[in-house]
């Protein structure tokens, strides 16, 4: 378990499981989570870079489609909106880092069947997050007909209709603003919830108000943590992609770390799930 400075909650919140509590978290923890994220990505180097490989090949084949769909403008919205999916993305590297702590079997077999330890509700949470990403497509291409007269901008003006148009100052400021919105709506509702679904046998609604109670009492730690996994998505995301493959993996690892942070389940009634395979 990732090394913490905790304080138990006062008070029970309504809606999670008895014996469930949300630990207090100061801020050096996110350096902590990271930290804790980076060894198992050093102890499974191979699971890591298969995921963080999987996400390269997957974001050069959606520019593709762009490209050859003459959507060439949606680059920046779809690379924003992968955030929104990525805490489903993560399930086998929240796995991974499961099976270490526990001691168990690690293998890229294991990894994945991460997404079968509590299938209906994990399906249901990235249905929630693909209507987050539908929506802020939708959101997107809209600011686009707004800003530019109902058209988009051609490819070989793109770049400087974008960001450096009369325009484009306002369009950049309020498509960061709605995209923030949502990015810290997802975030609130995934930061604890999607590992403790990995993790124990808990419903959706349940896991859903975990999170949204943790955000709440630990929401200036966690707004500064949000921010840090945004500038090192964001990081890999501008070397052509290719980031993706360290970026990846090591923010899925020491979300895991930042679940088991901020959530104890020491003296919960919700039992550990079952192992799928040894």
Known sequence: MSETTIEQSTGPV????????IREVTSDQSGKWLEAGWRDFKRTPAIGLAYGGLCVIAGYLILLSLFQSGQPYLTLPLG??????????????????????????????????G??????????IGVILMLFFLAWTRIAMLLFALFYNGSVPSLDVLIWETFFSRDAITFLITGTI????????VFAITVVSIPLLVDRDVDVITALITSVAAFRKNWRVLTGWAAMIAVMAACGMVVFLLGLAIM?????????????????????????????VP
């Not at 309504?14 to 509590?21: F, W």
């Not at 997404?115 to 249901?124: I, K, S, V």
């Not at 709605?178 to 709506?185: D, I």
């Open 14 to 21: 309504s809606g999670l499981p008895q014996g469930i509590a």
């Open 80 to 113: 924003a909106g992968f955030m929104l999916l990525a805490p489903v993305i993560a399930v086998g590297l929240y796995e991974t880092s499961r099976r270490l702590e526990m001691g168990e079997n690690v293998t890229l077999w294991h990894s994945l069947n």
């Open 115 to 124: 997404f079968r330890r509590n299938p209906g509700q994990l399906g249901a």
């Open 178 to 185: 709605l995209g923030g919105v949502l990015a810290m709506m």
């Open 248 to 276: 990846m993996p090591l923010l899925g690892y020491s979300s895991w770390h930042a679940y088991r942070g901020l959530i104890d389940t020491e003296k919960a009634e919700a039992r550990r799930l079952r192992r799928v």
